[in-house]
């Protein structure tokens, strides 16, 4: 199976402040990278709401924390306030923290990592947050940034990108791309029979072709078997004209424009159960299970790599105040959130479990 590259990405306007993200400030390694992604955040505290925005690929572990060590590094993130929204289309991460209500809404791509490591870590990442976070609400934003604003009462319609998909399942002319299945699409007949379709990544999101998905799907998909996770899945009940999706990727304003792509068919979202999907298949497909333990681990280690502990970097000989001074990548924000050796293993240790 292909591992899914990093690739750059074009931040465009209105996207000053996002950060290019991060630096390791585990003793052992200082490890850069430039990569980053459109990410919005919003605090609401006392009754006001304030927005930022940001780079991504550290969200996971920059709320892993819990809610004191968060609210320090927001604290210090006055350079990164902005009212901006990015589109729906490629914001790839939000995160809205309601201290008043104790209500932590979230939702991240992960372009990180493999598209096939996807499911899993994100399931990982929200049974560790559960701890971390413990006594607050933990909820997925399954329509994406879309979510956030309707949290927060505005119009989701400001965030809404134009909506510009090719005709067929596969971009390019036609052509079907290589890599790992990004989703799996059920077909049930009115015999009782069922095709399971595994298609793979930079394919169209299936459920935007409407009913000529079914004249779309192609045989050399067909599959038996599914030996990865893909990250979301359309079961069809032709019979019926009913539709089940689960999905862990922003489904960025499908609810909206069901009736308009799918006229006379009725929708479940199964919100990220892939399990639903395989019951509907009768049992007859198995699908990997999920080390939550292990999924924990790798975030803990990302949360102690990754976090800068001024304590644990100067006693490793590293030049803090250089560090501090350049900047990079917001470095300073996270050292000037004080957080203390013994604070980071604490919540390590509560995330590992």
Do not use: K
């Not at 465009?12 to 990569?35: D, E, F, K, Q, Y």
């Not at 949360?303 to 970097?313: A, G, I, L």
């Not at 000037?336 to 919540?347: F, G, I, K, Q, S």
């Amino acid at each position: 199976m292909e591992v899914l590259s990093r690739r750059a990405l074009d931040y465009g306007p209105g996207s000053r402040r996002v950060s290019h993200h991060c630096i390791g400030s585990n003793p052992a390694a200082l490890v850069s990278t430039t990569m980053g992604s459109r990410v919005n955040y919003v605090l609401v505290q006392d009754g006001r709401s304030v927005r930022y925005a940001h780079g991504g690929y550290g969200l996971d572990y920059h709320f892993a924390a819990g809610p004191d060590i968060t609210l320090r590094w927001l604290a210090q993130l006055d350079d990164y306030r902005d009212d901006f929204w990015f589109e729906d289309l490629v914001c790839e991460g939000g995160l809205l923290i309601d201290v008043d209500a104790q209500q932590l809404l979230l939702f991240t791509e992960l372009g990180q990592f493999p598209l096939e490591r996807r499911y899993a870590y994100r399931a990982g990442l929200l049974d560790a947050y559960r701890r971390t976070w413990s006594g607050w609400s933990v909820s997925w934003a399954y329509d994406g940034i879309g979510d956030l604003l309707a949290y927060l009462g505005e119009s989701r319609d400001q965030v809404r990108g134009e909506r510009t998909w090719w005709d067929g399942l596969y971009p390019d002319g036609g052509e079907r791309p290589d890599g790992p299945v990004e989703y799996l699409v059920s077909v049930a007949d009115a015999d009782g029979g069922c095709q399971l379709y595994a298609l793979p990544f930079e394919s169209c999101p299936p459920w935007r072709l409407g009913p000529r998905l079914l004249d779309r799907l192609d045989s050399r998909d067909l599959v038996t078997v599914c030996s990865t996770h893909p990250t979301a899945g359309l079961h069809l009940d032709v019979a019926r004209r009913r539709a089940g999706l689960w999905s862990i990727r922003p489904l960025v304003g499908l609810v909206e424009d069901w009736s308009e792509l799918w006229p006379g068919w009725e929708l479940e979202l199964w919100g990220d159960d892939l399990g639903r999907q395989v019951a509907a298949l009768g049992g007859t497909v198995a699908v990997p299970g999920v080390d939550l333990a292990a999924e924990r681990a790798t975030l803990a280690e990302r949360v102690d790599r990754y976090w800068f502990v001024e304590e644990r970097m100067r006693a490793a000989g590293q030049d803090v105040d250089q560090l501090r001074a350049w900047n990079l990548g917001g470095v300073a924000t996270l050292l000037d959130a004080r957080v203390t050796p013994d604070e980071l293993a604490r919540a390590v240790a509560l995330i590992r479990g």
